[in-house]
């Protein structure tokens, strides 16, 4: 690796970051399975999908004079979050932190710094799921991982756990030539066997619309009792087809820094605000983890009157 390539590699791995790649802007090489995916109708009703779609053909419309694409990938707990009372939340969502977007970002700013160090007048740009980019795509294509059959990307020696960002830079960074990591997929359909609701549907085929992530999150909709029945304990999201995922780490020990669930009956709005507002539960919102948890049967305590 370059002598310039390698520090920043170096700093990556101090930040925390599990995996580095380098390439040149251009079209991703499953743009084309994207488009198809989209037109489908799996996308379910995130219509955002379908715009910019010049942007994902090109990223470096994103910066004009872009040299440079950097992904990167950092790991996250295997630990689920849980309530005193069982129920969970999908790993990602960790209730007791602030929402990994500005985590991440702040630590790619530190990179963007290294960038214009070296590279004195150079434009950057950090992407944390904020641009139309297919960052699974071009992570593949810098020698990162590879996308399984759950549709996500799998880091060799740490698994699907992981975030994913970019940094978009003026500044011609030298490109290690990437090894492209070979899935090791192989007959395993353990994924596909897991989801509860059928909503992958076959190998890299993912339909949103049946997701439960999708379901309990993005969703205006209220989960039905037969969605929730398929939820299990699990109030938001879902981790069933990574947690069967023989690449990824098991199952790590609970982390209780949920409340008892019925709280979240009970709280006013700005006390959620208060205790969640800057967490990854904020995306669905009250009402919607509400929503989520009537699903599964959970109802306020009666109250003597």
């Not at 214009?116 to 020698?143: K, Y």
Request: glycine share 8%; hydrophobic share 35%.
């Amino acid at each position: 690796m370059d002598d310039t390539t390698s520090p920043f590699t170096q700093t990556a791995r101090d930040l925390g970051f599990v995996a580095v790649g380098f390439l040149r802007p251009g079209r991703p090489p499953h743009l084309d399975a994207f488009l198809r995916w989209v037109r489908s109708g799996r996308r379910a009703d995130m219509a955002w999908l379908e715009r910019n779609l010049e942007i994902r053909e090109d990223p470096a419309l994103l910066l004009p004079g872009c040299r440079t694409l950097v992904c990167l990938a950092w790991p996250y707990s295997d630990g689920k979050p849980c309530s005193p009372d069982g129920y969970t939340v999908s790993r990602y969502a960790r209730p007791n932190r602030p929402d990994y977007h500005g985590e991440l970002k702040s630590r790619c700013r530190v990179l963007v710094g290294e960038i214009e160090r070296r590279f004195p007048g150079a434009r950057s740009r950090v992407c944390v799921d904020s641009a139309p980019i297919l960052e699974r795509s071009f992570a593949q294509q810098a020698g990162i991982g590879f996308v399984g059959k759950n549709t996500l990307l799998i880091v060799p020696g740490v698994g699907s756990y992981v975030f994913l960002a970019e940094i978009l830079t003026t500044a011609e960074l030298p490109v290690p030539r990437a090894e492209p990591v070979e899935s090791v997929c192989g007959d395993c359909s353990r994924c596909l066997d897991a989801c509860p609701t059928g909503a992958l549907e076959a190998p890299y085929v993912l339909n949103a619309s049946l997701c439960l992530s999708y379901r309990t999150i993005e969703w205006k909709g209220a989960v039905g009792p037969d969605e929730g029945r398929r939820m299990g304990n699990c109030f938001l999201g879902c981790d069933r087809c990574q947690e069967v995922c023989p690449l990824n780490p098991g199952v790590g020990a609970a982390d209780v820094s949920l409340p008892p669930v019925r709280e979240f009956l009970e709280m006013e709005p700005q006390d959620f605000e208060r205790d969640f507002g800057r967490t990854a539960l904020s995306r669905p919102g009250l009402e919607k983890i509400r929503s989520n948890l009537r699903a599964l049967g959970v109802e306020k305590e009666e109250t003597d009157r």
